[in-house]
């Protein structure tokens, strides 16, 4: 038996659906805090014009925060599971096997 599942993007703000290949999805960190968040194409240069002036004001900060442990996590095989599960609840492509994209790995974090 074959099964289909097909993910639509909808826009975060308006709860309106966005048609296939219009629209982004944006990363940005807020109070120490990772977000993604799914815009229209008007509703995303909105966002670029507006957090524009307070970039061209701030500084670029190199480097990364750093990471959980693993031991924090549970074992990596089940924090995988869960990260491949949420990933598909929540409109990634993620593979059944293999490696998980590190963008995928960093949105389930922010997410959790």
Same mark, same amino acid.
Do not use: C
């Given at each position: 038996?074959?099964?289909? #599942?097909?993910?639509?993007?909808?826009?975060?703000?308006?709860g309106e659906p966005i048609?296939?290949?219009?629209? &982004?999805? #944006?990363?940005? $960190?807020?109070?120490?805090?990772?977000? *993604?968040?799914?815009?229209?194409?008007? @509703? +995303? *240069?909105?966002?670029?014009?507006?957090?524009?002036?307070?970039?061209?004001?701030?500084?670029? #900060?190199?480097?990364? &925060?750093? !990471?959980?442990?693993?031991?924090? !996590?549970?074992?990596?095989? *089940?924090?995988?599971?869960?990260?491949?599960?949420?990933?598909?609840?929540?409109?990634?492509?993620? @593979?059944?096997?293999?490696? #998980?994209?590190? $963008?995928?790995?960093?949105?389930?974090?922010? +997410?959790?």
């Amino acid at each position: 038996m074959a099964k289909q #599942v097909i993910y639509r993007l909808v826009d975060d703000l308006t709860g309106e659906p966005i048609p296939e290949g219009t629209g &982004e999805s #944006v990363r940005f $960190t807020y109070g120490g805090t990772n977000f *993604e968040i799914d815009f229209s194409a008007e @509703n +995303a *240069e909105q966002f670029h014009e507006t957090l524009a002036k307070y970039a061209k004001a701030g500084r670029k #900060v190199t480097g990364s &925060e750093p !990471r959980v442990p693993a031991t924090n !996590r549970g074992s990596d095989k *089940e924090r995988l599971a869960r990260i491949r599960a949420w990933a598909a609840e929540n409109g990634h492509k993620v @593979n059944a096997r293999g490696r #998980v994209a590190q $963008t995928i790995i960093d949105s389930y974090e922010a +997410a959790h």
